[in-house]
């Protein structure tokens, strides 16, 4: 992969920028904007963007690491103190990041085809790649990299290897695409459908397509379906258009449809008048637009109906996204093992540098493609040095030949197979192990031997979510206010260090749990961010001190006990936090109980007073908010009552995640961010802006038809006069299924369709009511999703959704997924 290198003057025209230049042999081959996420450090331009965080600020943590060139839009910014560098001075730097992939776009002349649209932007690609590349060396967006931020990254990989490029674009409100069509500059169009998706960034439907088509103005062909544009009165981009339609008039006519063995769909159409068919091996309907899209992909580019066909059937799923799963041994498992390019082998090494909860990290990796092996085997060792790789271990016939490419311990197989074989004698423990293998090496096999063997009921968490809710409760926050996230009660049931790297990662201020055993294990797992507990009590004390854990004090007794270990220690200065009870009445000192303390306090030289604290009692309910406004009134005259007896700063928190939302005179200088982390707010009450971090799936063990009168589970409760289809499926109330949503209350989605559950609900498994749906054993079945959400199986239980989430069951596997 022999990148172009580009030299200062190139630089500086190609963002219209202002120069102070030190080092004017440098050239630049790698872009960074996240300074988490470095590499080719002395060949890489960090651009200093401006968002939730200011990126300025982060110059001398990057210029550290060994960055010496810089893009930055402060015209005050002090870049004389940082020896050895060049420094590009612009307006905007995420537009000069544009301009500078959009020059680099501009010196290739091999077709580029553009996608856009509301859904399957990524799933085209993908499978557009893989339908492409038996006769192309292809660049494509990694993963789903098709935002203001993400396009310049992914056309920046264009290289003269490639002969083709495939790009995908995303816009959420008017004005963004011209930016991106300039990236971009598609020769070919794809819009895969118009939908309610980011719907209220625009005023109209019409708005919405003539954003998207912006991307498309002046490209050779334009391809899209007649009924997702039939009402648009603009002028359609395209010197030549190819359109597709489902039972209607297009240069790809599909009429007819046949679900094969369950699992294809045979399709047959018209085109150039004659009839043409292909098979899929997909049955939803989301995949087979998609699939008609691709197909009508080949056809314009004039593949023969019989090889689109042919390619066609031999489609494979897409999975999008890291999944981080427990591994034997006290291992973790990232597996990634879907697809395989030097663009999302970066994206897979940041995420495993993220993991802190062993002290090893090794990378299963197979062949890679590429036409020069020795560059892309050299790139990637430079990945695996600057991601503190300790082992590799390469499959395949060519990875072995380059192994003095990699500053690693190392071992190599030349087949899965091989690999397999010699499986007992590799030695797998406390470590966090990333597979990442292209299709035909089969990683799964892998994946499956390493991955513990457990309950088939799965908590999918998804990381991105998370990362999202935080960033939405961040940009809600006045500057400078830190954030302490609530990771009790195994993160409310979600986990611990899976969720704590991401916290520490996107630099979180504080942790908080409920027990020192909590905290004890989030230490063990690597965990640097120092860690309040919030129910300490004498007999935990030692195990606070041994693992710099900070106690919460609520009481005389708790600080006097905790005072008297400190001394026999002989440690002093000991962070601690003051917790204040303001009316919720459960822990902590009461208004009379301040004097007293304070003058405990004074003079005590083993206690350091790092926060004072207090808890809302209904920050969420409007009909409280005059007792809100009580306590936070209460709180705001203790605490300065305290805090004057110190010269140095206590830091003041009473806001929890409702109150992040609506009380903004509570942030204080910290805020305690809880269930909102998860999707869970409850203070909004209209469209939350939230994402669904959790996802709890099982599957169908038994179908059975019953006839009329017959009855269904314990205590013949399950009653079917008419009698009809049930399906036996994996969760109980072991798994924390609760007894109270049998007999109907509860609801599962099977196959997209909502069904309720019938009979009571027993231990390992319960009974749903499937009459009228075409289902299979084996079958996926939702308990709880963005569909059926948990706030609404908690008012079902007349109860909160912290209970719901929290009573999953650890014996429920936890498979995390990064997008």
Not at 63 to 89: I, Q
Not at 431 to 447: D, M, Q, V, Y
Not at 791 to 807: F, H, R, S
Request: glycine letters at 8%.
């Amino acid at each position: 992969m022999n990148h172009i290198l580009y030299s200062v003057e190139e630089i500086t025209a190609g963002m219209h920028a202002k120069a102070s230049v030190q080092l004017k042999d440098a050239v630049i081959r790698a872009l960074l904007t996240d300074s988490r996420k470095l590499s080719d450090m002395d060949q890489a331009l960090f651009f200093a963007l401006k968002g939730r965080r200011d990126g300025h600020s982060f110059i001398a943590e990057v210029y550290e690491a060994g960055v010496r060139n810089f893009v930055v839009s402060d015209p005050d910014f002090d870049h004389l103190k940082y020896k050895g560098s060049n420094f590009y001075t612009v307006d905007d730097t995420l537009k000069a990041l544009q301009d500078l992939a959009a020059m680099h776009r501009s010196r290739f002349q091999y077709p580029v085809i553009g996608i856009t649209g509301s859904n399957g932007k990524t799933v085209v690609k993908e499978w557009l790649y893989q339908l492409l590349a038996p006769e192309n060396n292809i660049v494509r967006s990694p993963k789903s990299y098709n935002s203001q931020l993400g396009v310049p990254i992914s056309v920046w990989e264009m290289n003269e290897e490639n002969d083709l490029a495939i790009f995908e674009a995303g816009v959420s409100t008017s004005g963004e695409m011209a930016a991106l069509a300039a990236v971009i500059q598609p020769t070919i169009g794809i819009l895969t459908n118009i939908g309610e998706a980011h719907q209220e960034g625009f005023e109209s439907r019409e708005e919405k397509i003539r954003e998207k088509l912006k991307l498309f103005e002046g490209v050779d062909l334009f391809i899209y379906s007649s009924k997702y544009l039939d009402q648009y009165q603009g002028e359609l981009p395209g010197t030549n258009k190819f359109t597709w339609s489902y039972r209607d008039k297009g240069d790809l006519e599909v009429f007819d449809d046949e679900v094969l063995e369950g699992k294809y769909q045979f399709l047959r159409g018209r085109f150039n008048g004659k009839d043409v068919e292909a098979v899929i091996p997909f049955t939803d309907q989301a995949s087979v637009e998609n699939a008609i899209i691709c197909w009508a992909t080949l056809l314009a580019l004039g593949y023969e109906p019989e090889e689109a066909d042919k390619r066609l059937e031999k489609l494979v799923p897409i999975g999008m996204r890291l999944e981080l799963k427990t591994g034997i041994n006290n291992c973790s498992v990232i597996d990634d093992s879907y697809s395989l390019d030097l663009s999302s082998l970066a994206i897979a090494l940041d995420f495993l540098n993220q993991q802190n909860q062993h002290p090893r990290r090794t990378l299963i990796l197979s062949d890679i493609p590429g036409s020069d092996p020795q560059q892309v085997y050299e790139r990637i060792g430079q990945m695996i040095e600057n991601k503190s790789i300790d082992r590799l271990i390469g499959v395949g016939k060519l990875i072995g030949e380059y192994g003095a490419e990699f500053p690693c311990e190392k071992e190599f197989y030349e087949t899965t197979a091989d690999f397999l074989n010699a499986f007992p004698p590799v030695k797998f423990s406390h470590e966090t192990i990333l597979l990442k293998g292209a299709r035909p090496f089969e990683f799964e096999l892998i994946s499956q031997l390493l991955t513990q063997k457990v309950h088939e009921t799965v908590l999918e968490i998804n990381l991105n979510a998370v990362e999202h809710n935080l960033n939405y409760y961040k940009s809600l926050l006045p500057q400078g206010v830190k954030i302490m996230a609530m990771v009790k009660a195994f993160s409310y049931g979600s986990g611990s260090f899976e969720i704590t790297n991401l916290l520490e990662f996107n630099k979180v201020d504080y942790l908080a749990v409920a027990y020192a055993d909590e905290g004890v294990a989030l230490r063990k797992a690597g965990t640097n961010l120092p860690i309040m507990v919030m129910s300490p009590d004498s007999m935990s004390f030692e195990t606070i001190v041994e693992n710099k854990l900070e106690p919460e004090i609520y009481s005389l007794r708790i600080l006097e006990e905790f005072v008297a270990l400190l001394s026999r220690k002989g440690l002093k200065d000991y962070p601690v936090h003051i917790k204040l009870d303001t009316g919720m009445h459960r822990l902590g000192f009461v208004e009379k109980e301040t004097a007293q303390l304070i003058e405990y306090l004074k003079g005590n030289k083993y206690v350091h007073i790092q926060s004072i604290f207090s808890h809302l009692v209904a920050s969420e309910d409007p009909k409280h908010d005059e007792f809100t406004k009580q306590q936070i009134s209460l709180f705001t005259d203790l605490a300065a009552k305290i805090a004057e007896n110190y010269n140095y700063p206590v830091l003041r928190h009473i806001a929890n995640t409702s109150a992040i939302s609506r009380w903004q005179e509570a942030a204080f200088d910290m805020v305690r961010l809880g269930i909102g982390l998860y999707g869970i707010d409850p203070s909004i009450s209209e469209k939350s802006p939230l994402q669904t971090v959790t996802s709890l799936k099982t599957s169908i063990s038994q179908i059975k038809q019953i006839a009329p009168g017959d009855t269904v589970g314990y205590g013949r409760e399950g009653k079917m006069p008419a009698g009809g289809t049930i399906a036996t499926v994996k969760i109980g109330y072991a798994d924390g299924y609760n007894r109270r949503l049998g007999n109907g209350v509860g609801r599962m989605l099977v196959r997209g369709k909502e069904v309720k559950t019938i009979g009571k609900i027993c231990m390992d498994m319960c009974m749903i009511d499937i009459t009228g749906i075409n289902a299979a054993e084996g079958d996926e079945v939702i308990v709880f999703n963005d569909v059926i959400r948990i706030e609404d199986i908690a008012k079902q239980l007349e109860t909160i959704p912290y209970e719901v989430l929290t009573g999953i069951s650890q014996r429920v596997k936890r498979v995390y997924y990064y997008e």
